[in-house]
């Protein structure tokens, strides 16, 4: 078995609630994102959906890691439709339950084109809506904007508040960068240490949509001292 | 875009070169610099082929025929092979380096050994066809198939898919450009297969026409068919190729993007 990755982690999401998981790489972030999606399984301790174990079941919280990973052989609606189709729809209907969403992903017109054919943000979005058909409202995302620059980040950023207030979704992602945790968080885990623990828990209570200038505010930038200083704590 | 140029262009130098030669091949034979019963003209060997159009095409037919029955063979003995390998790694272990050392036994010179087996039907025919094509095929299927991108598969995973989904949706969609590159090749051997089977005996097919000629010194009917076998392969990968973008459609919209120096 080896030495533990993580040990004695506890988190929990609230309905409608953006966290945000930061830590060092290699403290075991994708680990707990593996478990929690159910491709992998602990050796002790639950994941709970609702009250329900679904410990070690894929296919009951959407996921979403580091690249988009869209298939390069399927057209967009194709990729975005995939989960409709593994779970044993018609393609007929997967693929005109996906229609109705392009648009609101920002995806209207791009259809019919394949991967390669579409920006670094469209392909994001793309897989994010891909990410949501797999049909819970829970999305695990690990690292979703760090391969993107900075300027389609930020516009990304305000893109995915909104749709995910529209849609009601309740996420948890993983990021290195403590600013994109900051300005999209409700909350926010450190993990650090050897095993990985959560060292520190913060809540951020400016609401939403969060001004322009919330990254100059005294409680953005104390918040922000509170993490670095979490983040290089060893157990 | 500027590839694409480039290629046409290249195809046209090409083509002006094949021309010059065939020129002065044409050259060489009517200043009678080499006897003709040793080296016919290009026009000859043209008249050749015409005067013997319709018996080259009933031995095409039987030789078509061969190489397609030992290519589907090959083809389908190849997915199964790749697939079982793909699944079991203690298959792929034992099985890969087998593979490979069986391909530095000269299939070609089995042919006698086949007749001897099999006598002079198509049966021998069909099996060196298979055992040319399998190799090339299975290779290529097998290293598609493995090369498929492991967070995607963990992906699927997360999404609830089974390995007969994976194999469907990932792999083998994955595996096309590999397998295709690999029925290039092994389309263009079963026909030199099935002909080099064919010298060995039987009673049709292009070696057997092939092996009469040259026992009547019929050196223009020889060219003739020579041009002609190498004709038929062209044609069959030119196929091949056609197929391959009719079933990978993504490849074929890339270009234009791909191509970017």
Redesign the interface.
């Known amino acids: 078995m080896g030495e533990p990755v993580i040990q004695d982690i506890s988190l929990h999401l609230e309905q409608g609630e953006l966290v945000g998981l930061l830590g060092s790489s290699g403290v075991g972030k994708t680990t707990l994102m593996g478990i929690l999606a159910g491709v992998d399984r602990p050796d002790s301790g639950k994941v709970l959906l609702e009250g329900e174990d679904i410990t070690g079941t894929a296919g009951r919280v959407g996921y979403m890691l580091q690249k988009d990973l869209l298939l390069p052989f399927k057209t967009t609606l194709d990729n975005v439709s995939l989960p409709l189709v593994l779970k044993g729809m018609k393609k007929s209907e997967a693929r005109k339950q996906a229609a109705e969403l392009m648009a609101r992903f920002g995806l209207a017109g791009s259809e019919d084109k394949y991967p390669h054919q579409l920006s670094g943000g469209m392909r994001q979005r793309a897989a994010l809506l891909r990410t949501h058909f797999l049909g819970n409202k829970v999305i695990l995302l690990d690292e979703p904007f760090s391969a993107l620059d900075a300027l389609t980040k930020s516009e990304l950023h305000r893109w995915f508040l909104d749709v995910s207030a529209q849609m009601g979704l309740t996420t948890l992602f993983i990021t290195h960068d403590i600013d994109e945790a900051l300005t999209l968080s409700h909350r926010i885990y450190v993990m650090a240490g050897a095993p990985g623990t959560i060292q520190t828990e913060l809540a951020i209570s400016a609401p939403y949509p969060r001004p322009a200038d919330f990254a100059f505010s005294p409680e953005f930038l104390q918040a922000k001292r509170q993490l670095l200083e979490a983040i290089g704590r060893q157990n | 875009m500027i590839r694409k140029l480039r290629n046409t262009k290249n195809k046209g130098d090409s083509l002006s070169l094949l021309l010059a030669l065939l020129i002065l091949w044409q050259l060489v034979c009517s200043l009678k610099l080499i006897p003709p019963f040793l080296l016919p003209s290009p026009i000859s060997v043209v008249r050749a082929f015409a005067a013997d159009f319709v018996p080259i095409m009933g031995h095409a037919a039987v030789s078509l025929g061969e190489a397609f029955a030992g290519l589907t063979l090959g083809v389908a003995a190849a997915f199964v092979l790749a697939i079982a390998m793909d699944r079991s790694d203690y298959l792929y272990r034992a099985l890969y380096p087998v593979i490979l050392i069986t391909q530095t036994v000269p299939t070609v010179a089995l042919a006698p050994l086949l007749v001897l087996w099999m006598g002079y039907g198509p049966a021998p025919k069909i099996v060196l066809v298979f055992l040319v094509c399998f190799f090339p095929v299975a290779v290529g299927l097998l290293d598609g198939f493995r090369e498929a991108?492991p967070?995607?598969m963990?992906?699927?995973?997360?999404?609830?898919?089974n390995e007969r989904?994976i194999f469907f949706?990932?792999k083998l969609?994955?595996a096309?450009p590999r397998l295709f590159s690999g029925l290039r090749i092994a389309v263009s051997y079963s026909i030199v297969g099935a002909v080099i089977a064919e010298w060995l005996g039987g009673s049709s097919g292009l070696g057997v026409y092939m092996t009469r000629v040259r026992k009547s010194y019929a050196f223009d009917k020889m060219f003739a068919i020579i041009f002609f076998v190498s004709g038929l392969s062209i044609l069959l990968m030119r196929l091949t190729a056609l197929l391959e973008k009719k079933m990978?459609p993504?490849a074929r919209?890339?270009e234009g993007?791909?191509s970017k120096p």
């Open positions: 991108d967070d995607t963990v992906l699927l995973r997360s999404m609830g898919a989904q949706h990932l969609p994955g096309l990978t993504w919209q890339g993007k791909d």
